[in-house]
């Protein structure tokens, strides 16, 4: 039985929840509609699960909690194992949950979302295209694109996580 962050609220004193700045959907409609048709075409041809442990670990990055919650429980839907999420924000220390693609793409991920250098670097990239042909990967950086937009428009808008029902929303 899982509890919701209202039920668990009610049995514990924890803290009010955070109000939201903006509905993105609703002040910027357009734009919204864009990203959605954006991320429902980057998501084709990536494989499900896959395609959730990387806006996991993107939002992970961004410390987007309202996207966390949301992937989080779209990956467990999928059939996506509780250990490898929770494994997710250390997985160099725990590869051994992964496959070698996933692991090529959740590097990917870490480097198109911090940019720490710039750039890519070309053995993170090489890795990732020894593991996906030319059009998985051109669909994975787009979907890796797509969660990180969707991670600023949550954090910056405050978006509160914890009333995300899986399939409730496609995107």
Known sequence: MTTTANEARANK????????????????????????????????????????????????????????????????????????????????????????????????TEAVTVLTDGFVPDEVYAKAAKEFDDTELAHLIAAITAINAWNRFSVSSRSVPGHYTPGAVKH
């Open 13 to 108: 004193n924890l803290l009010p929840e955070h109000t939201p700045r903006l509905d993105m959907a609703k002040l910027a409609p357009e734009v919204y509609k864009a990203m959605v048709r954006l991320d429902a075409a980057a998501r084709k041809g990536v494989e499900p699960i896959l395609l959730e442990l990387v806006k996991i670990r993107a939002s992970q990055i961004n410390h987007c909690a309202f996207c966390i919650d949301m992937h989080t429980k779209d990956a467990l839907v999928a059939g996506e194992s509780v250990e490898r999420i929770i494994q997710l924000s250390a997985w160099e220390e725990s590869q051994h949950f992964y496959t070698a693609k996933e692991i090529a793409a959740i590097e990917l």
